[in-house]
């Protein structure tokens, strides 16, 4: 009886180890919100606001390891105010493409993910809200393309799954004089499915 119980503990960790290494596709669906903020050197503050996203992810990978590209439409703002008071209310539209590579802990349909990687940022859209003086102030002329880098965590549940992340802005967002390094900084918490 030993035997047969040490054979069979054999043969479910070596067909474990063996579908760890295989290699998977995944495709699914996620959605969310995102809080906003931009990272501005000496002149400008700013707060956290409250946006959204939604879109597709794929996960390809085997042997722990995997590669997540997503493309998600995204909205954002954020208010930048001076020294002085004067505010402008700047919201974008964005598609958005993290390039993420990732491992995974667990089994039995659930799992902890851990991930890192660039995130392409293309603008779609962008508008600004300020006073006749604010104007003067700062009148952002925003670039159409930028890079961050993303860092998460996931969990999986069956094929839920649940990401929280933080984006640092690795470009300027702007090419306007009056503004000083300005970039986007971000997190995110998405609620997500699983396809297939």
Same mark, same amino acid.
Do not use: C
């Given at each position: 009886m +030993?035997k047969?119980s040490? *054979?069979?503990? #054999?043969?479910l960790s *070596?067909?474990?180890? #063996?579908s ?5 596709f ?7 919100m995102?809080l906003? +903020? ?15 996203y939604?879109?597709?992810?794929a ?10 590209p997503?493309?998600?439409?995204s909205?954002k703002?954020?208010?930048l105010?001076?020294?002085?008071g004067?505010e ?22 659930i ?8 995130v392409?940022?293309?603008m779609?859209? &962008? &508008? ?33 799954n649940?990401?929280?992340?933080y984006?640092?802005?690795? *470009? &300027? ?7 000083p390094?300005?970039?986007?900084n971000?997190?995110?918490i998405g609620?997500?499915?699983?396809i297939?």
């Amino acid at each position: 009886m +030993k035997k047969i119980s040490l *054979s069979l503990l #054999f043969m479910l960790s *070596s067909y474990y180890a #063996f579908s760890q290494g295989l290699p998977t596709f995944q495709l699914g669906i996620k959605g969310g919100m995102n809080l906003s +903020k931009f990272k501005t050197k000496d002149t400008f503050s700013s707060d956290n606001q409250a946006g959204y996203y939604g879109g597709i992810w794929a996960r390809i990978g085997g042997a722990g390891i995997h590669l997540q590209p997503e493309a998600y439409l995204s909205g954002k703002k954020s208010n930048l105010v001076t020294a002085n008071g004067l505010e402008n209310g700047v919201r974008f539209t964005s598609l958005d493409v993290p390039v993420l590579i990732g491992t995974k802990f667990g089994a039995a349909g659930i799992g902890l993910r851990l991930n890192t990687g660039p995130v392409f940022t293309l603008m779609l859209d &962008e &508008e600004q809200n300020f006073g006749q003086a604010a104007s003067s102030a700062f009148n952002g002329d925003f670039k159409e393309n930028s890079i961050g880098w993303q860092f998460g965590v996931g969990l999986d549940i069956g094929k839920l799954n649940v990401d929280a992340r933080y984006e640092s802005g690795l *470009s &300027e967002i702007n090419s306007a004089g009056g503004y000083p390094t300005t970039k986007l900084n971000l997190y995110t918490i998405g609620v997500g499915f699983r396809i297939f």
